[in-house]
C-alpha cells in the first residue's frame, strides 16, 4: 500500500487566456502586435463594454510564462466581466469607475498569487463619441500621445498592481484630436539591448522618435514598425523578454 506521506498534489489546471479580438471602433483604428517567443508577462486585452466605450489593456506581469498563466487568466475575468459591469452605463464617472477596476485586478492578483507579485500595467476606456480616454498606469511603462502639438508621455499614476491590497492607481482623462495616437509599448520593447556586451537600450525616446514621424492611418502597421526597430537595434538576436506594441489612432 503506497504511504500518504509521499502523495503529491496534483498540479492545478492551466487556464488558457481568452484570444483577444479587437472591436470595431467607429471612426478609429487600434490594433496590437507581439513578437518573439511568449516567454514572460506581456499580455493585452480589449473588449466593448458600452455602445460608445471600449476598454484596452496592457499588463506585464513579472516572471515566467508558464507560472503567470493563471494569473493573467484572473486578470482578464475581472478586467472583462467587472469593466462591463462599471462601463455600462451613459453617465457614470469614468474616473471612478477606471479606479474601482484597477483595484479590483490588483486584489485579484494579490488573491491568486498569494504573495506579492507584480504586474504593472495600463489600463483604459475610449469613448468613442467624445474621443477622451481615461486611463490609470500602474507603474507601466508611459504610454505615448502624439497630437498636434507633439508626443507627450502618459506617465505613471500608482504602483504596479499586485502589490498592496489597497495600493490605488489615479485615474486621468485626456482628448484624442483627430489623427492623435495612442501608442502603448511593454517593457521589453525600450528594455531591448543593442548586442551582447552592449548595455545600450532601445529606450523610450526612439520609440518616442518613430512615432512622431509615423503615419497615422494604420495601427497594426504603426506596431509592426516599432517592433521591427527594435529588433533591427539589437542585431535580430533572439529577445530575452515580450516585446508588444499596442496603438490607437483616432481617424475622425
Known sequence: MRSLFHRKDPKPPVIELVPTIFPKIDGADIAAVFTGKRMAGDFYDSIRVSPERVLIGLLDAAGPRDTN???????????????????????????????????????????????????????????????????????????????????????????????FSHAT???????????SVLLLVSRGVVACEKSRGDSEEFGLDRVKQLLQSA????????????LNSASEFSCAGPPSDDRTALALIRLA
Request: net charge negative; hydrophobic share 40%.
Open 215 to 226: 503615419p497615422a492611418s494604420d495601427a497594426h502597421g504603426l506596431c509592426t514598425s516599432i
Open 169 to 179: 492607481a489615479d485615474a486621468q482623462i485626456v482628448g484624442l484630436e483627430k489623427g
Open 69 to 163: 498563466r493563471n494569473l493573467l487568466s484572473a486578470a482578464q475575468e475581472v478586467f472583462r466581466t467587472l469593466g462591463t459591469e462599471l462601463f455600462v452605463t451613459p453617465d457614470i464617472n469614468e474616473a471612478d469607475a477606471m479606479t474601482e477596476l484597477s483595484l479590483h485586478i490588483n486584489r485579484k492578483l494579490i488573491e491568486i498569487a498569494a504573495h506579492v507579485h507584480s504586474c504593472p500595467a495600463f489600463i483604459a476606456c475610449y469613448h468613442e463619441k467624445f474621443g477622451t480616454l481615461c486611463y490609470t498606469n500602474a507603474g507601466h511603462t508611459p504610454g505615448l500621445l502624439r497630437d498636434g502639438s507633439g508626443v507627450s508621455e502618459l506617465g505613471s499614476t500608482g504602483l504596479p498592481l499586485g502589490l
